[in-house]
């Protein structure tokens, strides 16, 4: 299993637009079947420089999957992004892959 994960420094002045976009463009991105969930999380550090942080972390099945969404559908879908918010928003990305999972049932 791996997680793509983008996070996203966004300004203030574009915040609440923005969000409404992240929220449209994660459906978007599950739509081209390289992955079977994503997580919206806020990142709780102040920023020196300044705004918002995000992390999305979408969740892939496979490396064939991932690699296949680089090679057809990540240009197309982050250019949308740069051309709606350009300068206000800066993002970068990482792999993870998941070695071990681990949770706990509490009585």
């Not at 409404?20 to 079947?33: A, N």
């Not at 705004?51 to 057809?72: F, N």
Request: proline share 1%; hydrophobic share 35%.
């Amino acid at each position: 299993m791996y997680i793509y994960n983008v996070t996203v420094n966004i300004d203030k002045s574009i915040h609440d637009e923005w969000l409404v976009w992240i929220k449209q463009h994660i459906p978007q991105v599950l739509s081209t079947g390289k992955f079977d969930k994503a997580t919206l999380t806020k990142v709780l550090v102040e920023e020196e420089m300044g705004g918002v942080t995000y992390s999305i972390q979408y969740r892939s099945y496979s490396r064939e999957a991932l690699d296949a969404y680089y090679r057809e559908d990540a240009d197309r879908l982050r250019t949308e992004g740069l051309k709606k918010f350009a300068d206000k928003m800066l993002a970068f990305r990482t792999e993870l892959q998941i070695i071990d999972e681990y949770s706990v049932e509490f009585k």
